[in-house]
């Protein structure tokens, strides 16, 4: 049982537009998101995060929205860089442990 | 150090042998976490420290498997008999406490079991 599903594994997107990344959630017990960023051969990297009682939170070009309705997260990013090309993943948490996704690769296309 | 580090960077071992592989989190970081990710997946949780103690380990596969930190900051994580399926990148986290928040992941160690 996937708690955590990022159902898109790649996702291509032109330098400057706007790269939306998508993940689902089933337990409603969640009450903080993460989104991590990891190139290869590299541990994850914290990007940006979000409590349950906010439906957005801002980070210069990162933005992740919440909608607790239909437990359902995404990051946007905006506008687009080659250099954010790598795998996202989106992490749940209710307490200490985390439940990740499986990850999307995203290209950004210069 | 500035950062989480796990050492080594890379492990090949032969099926059956013991491996043990560290993680030295970032100074002052009471909480401890051991993730393991198999290809095409996210990390999956196996332990997590609150000090010197194992606060769950209820992601540890089976008894094959065994962490310790003794002295509340650097951990090991031990595998017995290994087998081709432990072949995984082992992921160390470490943050301030164990409260809901970003941990910083190590680089990881890549066990490769032959």
């Known amino acids: 049982d996937q708690q955590v599903k990022q159902n898109s594994p790649s996702l291509s997107v032109q330098e400057g537009r706007i790269s939306i990344l998508n993940c689902d959630y089933t337990?409603?017990?969640?009450?903080?998101f993460l989104w991590y960023k990891k190139y290869p051969a590299e541990g994850p990297t914290f990007l940006i995060s979000?409590?349950?009682?906010?439906d957005k939170n801002e980070d210069g070009r990162f933005t992740v929205f919440l909608n607790k309705s239909a437990k359902h997260l995404s990051l946007h990013i905006v506008p687009s860089q080659p250099g954010d090309s790598a795998v996202y993943f989106c992490?749940?948490?209710?307490?200490?442990?985390?439940?990740f996704g499986t990850g999307t690769r995203l290209k950004v296309l210069a | 150090g500035a950062g989480v580090s796990q050492t080594p960077s890379n492990k090949v071992t032969e099926k059956g042998k013991y491996v043990e592989l560290r993680c030295d989190p970032i100074?002052?970081?009471?909480?401890l976490y051991w993730y393991r990710q198999s290809l095409g997946q996210g990390p999956e949780f196996l332990i997590y420290?609150?000090?010197?103690?194992?606060?769950?380990d209820s992601g540890l596969p089976n008894d094959r498997f065994f962490a310790v930190r003794p002295e509340g900051s650097v951990s090991t994580l031990k595998i017995q008999r290994t087998e081709r399926g432990d072949s995984a990148v082992y992921l160390c986290a470490s943050s301030v406490s164990g409260e809901p928040g970003e941990a910083f992941f190590g680089q990881g160690t890549r066990l490769t079991v032959v």
């Open positions: 100074s002052g970081h009471t909480a």
């Open positions: 979000i409590s349950s009682i906010k």
């Open positions: 337990n409603s017990m969640f009450d903080y």
């Open positions: 992490a749940a948490s209710q307490t200490y442990k985390y439940i």
């Open positions: 420290f609150q000090g010197t103690g194992a606060a769950d």
